[in-house]
C-alpha cells in the first residue's frame, strides 16, 4: 500500500511538472503585419487601420518632411474618408516586394510599390516605397516611417527637414 501511495505521488509530481504549450491568444508580430497589410492594401476600413497603431504613434514621412505625434494627426494625415484617393486598374493600393521582420526588436521593415492612383483628379505612381513600423509590447505600431519616391517631385520641392529635432 505504501508503494502504491509514493508511486501515485510520484505520478501527480511528473504530471504536475509536464508542461503543456498552448497557443497565446496574442497574434504574433508575423500575423500583425500580414493583418496590418491587408488592411492598408484594401484602404476600405479606415477604424481597423488605425486600430493598428498606438495613441501617442510618431510617424515620420521623411521625403514630405510631416511629423505626427498623435493617432489623431496620424488620422489627419492618411485620411482615408477624405475619399481623393483612387486606386486605378482595379490593383490593390500597393504591393509588397518585401517584408523584414524582427521579432526581437519589434520592428518590420516593409518594401514595395504604391500602385497607380488619381489623387484630387491628378493620375500618380507608382511610387516605390520602403516603410519602417516599430510595435510597442502591445502589439501596437509607436512609430512609423515612411520613405516614398515621390514623384512629380513638386510634391517634395519645399518639405521641411525632419533630420534636426527642432
Known sequence: MYKFIASLMFTFILVGCTSTKTKSSEPSLNEVVENYIK??????????????????????????????????????????????????DSNKTFSVEQIIISQEQGTAIIRGTFNLFSYDGQQLGPW???????????????????????????????????????
Open 128 to 166: 516605390r516605397f520602403t516603410t519602417v513600423l516599430k510595435f510597442n509590447g502591445a502589439g501596437l505600431i509607436y512609430y512609423h516611417q515612411d520613405w516614398i519616391n515621390y514623384f512629380p517631385r513638386s510634391f517634395v520641392l519645399e518639405a521641411p527637414n525632419l533630420n534636426t529635432d527642432e
Open 39 to 88: 488592411v492598408y492594401q484594401a484602404r476600405s476600413d479606415f477604424a481597423r487601420f488605425l486600430a493598428f497603431y498606438a495613441d501617442d504613434v510618431v510617424l515620420e514621412d521623411m521625403l514630405y518632411g510631416y511629423k505626427t505625434t498623435s493617432k489623431q494627426q496620424l488620422a489627419d494625415f492618411f485620411n482615408w474618408d477624405a475619399e481623393q484617393v483612387h486606386v486605378l
